[in-house]
């Protein structure tokens, strides 16, 4: 049955409709820019005019459905379904409307993948997303979540010896150490005002360990907010970059000799009304509740497949090695930050209201709404079927005999190989995405195996 969505006559206009209306006319945008994530991680999008904004805010703008089976080489892949026959529509969120601080006359709205007649797509991302949060909702819960990105500062300069570009970072300052504010004061302060005026809450931020590397947070929301809001940092981070002369890469491991990028994922579950943290047990040792235990025990018993959603990317990989804080084993503990899941000190003085993990093995590479509707159903797997996480890994698991704690996978293929066997997730995944997702990325492995670690590091800070 078609919704209010329908490529066919016009709709009724809502408040949040009207606002971006309003907002365009007054505020001289010309352009909006209707945004998604594909199966490799790249945004895409294509944008509307003003003087048809009225209409496409209903009908969105008319996409080929082979766009979610090419990968983040710009080399499509062969799915059924997804080749050269066939339609959907790329149908703004008017909630997400915001104007681009970094291009004038430009705004942008995260958007949902629809078909003609504007019912739900199988393959769009945030409707991924939007089912695991349905799914959460029936047993009484709100997942509450904030991704904690770190990005590379630098210069795109070509290479000297006529080679592929290179990314050199503006500073070589030492981790937390004040020269790094310093050298990155204007970029940073342009980007705080442009996020802020985008209706995101900076928490913090600093100067990470890599040359270059920064690190700044906004705050939880809601998943699919937190998912959004993620998608406006990416592109704001980067755009804000270009329009200084800079180039910002949120890659995971954009320089082979420095730190990588994560984007640790951090959730609390809560009731529908966000009044009660249900992680939260104040009689706890380390401050959480049994649903939160078994919430863990389903992202350990998930992890390896998790990690081909999360940290969907082979560059991905090269971060996730032992001994760089990055998560390399399949365990939890109390502010160990070596551990996949991180169970995080309260800050404040209600700690049951504070409660929350981090989850590690996550990085910008990934589609934000795959990754966390992935966590979102291993999660509450744990919780359906009450499993233990054992016990808590109170040191640097690397030290621990060789096999005692699992290693995550070592490469997107191993990921994606265990992905494949996890029948919870691809039946979450759905068949046409599973399979679809499945040869975008291994794809992509094959694609940079044939070639040297220069031509994966150009690719992926150019695209990420």
Known sequence: MADRHSVTGAHPLDPDERRVLERAETEGIE???????????????????RSRLAERLGSGIGHTVAMMAMNMLDQLQQVEHLGPVGE????????????????????AMVSDLRRPDGSPWEVCPRAFLREAIDALAAEGHTLVAAYEPEFTLGRRVPHPSGGLDRLVPVD?????A???????????MRLVRALQGQGLHVEHYHPELGHGQQELSIRHAPALRAADNHMIYRETVRGVASAMGLWASLAPKPLADQAGNGAHLHLSLWDRDLRINAFGDAGDRYGLSPLAYRFIGGLLAHLPALTALTCGSVNGFRRLTPGMWSSAHVCYGMD???AAVRICSPVGGDAEAAANLEFKPSDSSANPYLSLGAVIHAGLDGIRRDLDPGDPVDVDPATLPEGSVPRLPTTLAEALDALE???LLMNALGPLRATAYLA???????AFALQDADYELFHHFRVF
């Open 31 to 49: 352009l909006v820019r209707f945004l998604y994530a594909d199966h490799g991680g790249v945004i895409r999008g294509k944008a509307a005019s």
């Open 88 to 107: 959907v529509r790329i149908v703004p969120d008017p909630a997400t409307f915001v104007a681009l601080p970094y291009a004038p006359g430009a705004a």
């Open 172 to 176: 070589d300052s030492l981790c937390y």
């Open 178 to 188: 004040t020269p790094g504010f310093n050298q990155a004061h204007d970029y940073t």
């Open 336 to 338: 160990n930050r070596e």
């Open 421 to 423: 066997a996890d029948e």
């Open 440 to 446: 975008v990325k291994r794809s992509e492995a094959r």
